[in-house]
């Protein structure tokens, strides 16, 4: 069985701050896993993947995350917030064959001024 | 953008009433997903598709029925709505549904069951 544990559902940074969103996952198998971004009233969008190439993935906005099999974690950083990061992020896993994307709970990510 | 569209965006149903959501791609892709979104869950997948006429029950399939008589098309019906129903709803779609494919979301239904 799959899972995705998502450490906090919110988080609060100033402009300019580093940013870390944590997550954990479970999986029997090699997994595959996601990090989406979702703006108020707007669809996922994909912001990096990792698919058992390098350990550290590069995403798009400045976001990156490293795959760490021994913590069995993938936590998602960007050096410096910015005000449009401000959004809902989803960890996701997926380890078997297709149609099995499971979504961690999410983490609220609010950049104050 | 990936090509997908939702229909409706919004829309507000009495219990007991059926309702169907429409997803539209413009990719060709092969498998379609209809998920739902609801606070603290995350989203969970409901039905998938992977070709005409070929679906299969996700986590929380109960009260949910799909069809695809189509490649572009994927259809979420709620035979008879209650107020559980109430979420914001996602189709999905990939190119060949393997492990490490992206899913590209649409931008969401979000259904009220009075």
């Known amino acids: 069985a799959q899972s995705v544990t998502q450490l906090d559902s919110h988080v609060s940074v100033s402009e300019g701050t580093p940013v870390l969103l944590r997550c954990n996952y479970s999986?029997?198998?090699?997994?595959?896993l996601f990090w989406y971004v979702q703006h108020p009233n707007k669809g996922l969008q994909l912001l990096l993947k990792y698919t058992s190439a390098a350990t550290l993935v590069k995403g798009i906005n400045g976001f990156e995350a490293e795959f760490k099999k021994s913590e069995t974690s993938f936590h998602l950083t960007k050096p410096s917030a910015h005000m449009s990061d401000a959004a809902e992020y989803f960890c996701?896993?997926?380890?078997?064959?297709?149609?099995?994307?499971?979504f961690g709970p999410g983490t609220r990510l609010s950049v104050l001024p | 953008d990936a090509g997908i569209t939702q229909s409706p965006r919004h829309k507000v149903t009495e219990t007991g009433t059926p309702v169907t959501l429409r997803c539209h791609q413009t990719?060709?892709?092969?498998?379609m997903y209809w998920y739902r979104q609801d606070p603290g869950h995350g989203l969970r997948l409901i039905h998938y598709s992977y070709g005409v006429k070929d679906t299969d029950k996700g986590e929380v399939s109960d009260g949910y029925s799909v069809s695809r008589s189509k490649t572009e098309d994927f259809l979420l019906t709620l035979e008879s709505a209650t107020s559980s129903q109430t979420s914001v709803y996602f189709c999905?779609?990939?190119?060949?549904?393997?492990?490490?494919?992206?899913?590209?979301f649409g931008p969401g239904t979000r259904l009220l069951v009075l």
């Open positions: 999986s029997s198998y090699s997994p595959s």
């Open positions: 996701v896993v997926s380890s078997t064959y297709g149609q099995n994307f499971v």
């Open positions: 999905a779609i990939s190119p060949g549904g393997t492990v490490q494919e992206t899913q590209y």
């Open positions: 990719e060709n892709h092969r498998y």
